[in-house]
């Protein structure tokens, strides 16, 4: 299961979320999203968890709590919506707010 994760530190690191989410099963991928010009973190981050079970546990666990000083939201993560210009067959985007 694919997971969202926002709100996140520009100083939080791809190891320090692979531990965080340890707590609750086994982290397969952990994605921290980077600007492409300068290589900063954005803020959010792609997490994949093991099952389907061990991602709602990640997502019951983490959602709310603080890492570096940041209330961090997450959720699990949507397939981004498909656009007439060419690309990845698939990948995921942040959750819309509404």
């Not at 340890?22 to 997490?47: K, P, Y």
């Not at 959602?63 to 940041?70: K, N, P």
């Amino acid at each position: 299961m694919k997971l969202y994760v926002g709100n996140l530190s520009f100083n939080t690191t791809q190891h320090d979320l692979e531990t965080a989410f340890q707590e609750f099963g086994n982290v397969s991928e952990v994605a921290l999203i980077t600007d492409r010009e300068t290589g900063n973190s954005r803020g959010f981050a792609f997490v994949t968890m093991g099952s389907r079970g061990e991602g709602k546990a990640a997502i019951e666990g983490m959602q709310g709590r603080e890492v570096d000083g940041r209330t961090l939201s997450v959720s699990e993560a949507r397939p981004r919506e498909e656009n007439s210009g060419g690309g990845r067959s698939k990948s995921y985007s942040r959750p819309r707010r509404y």
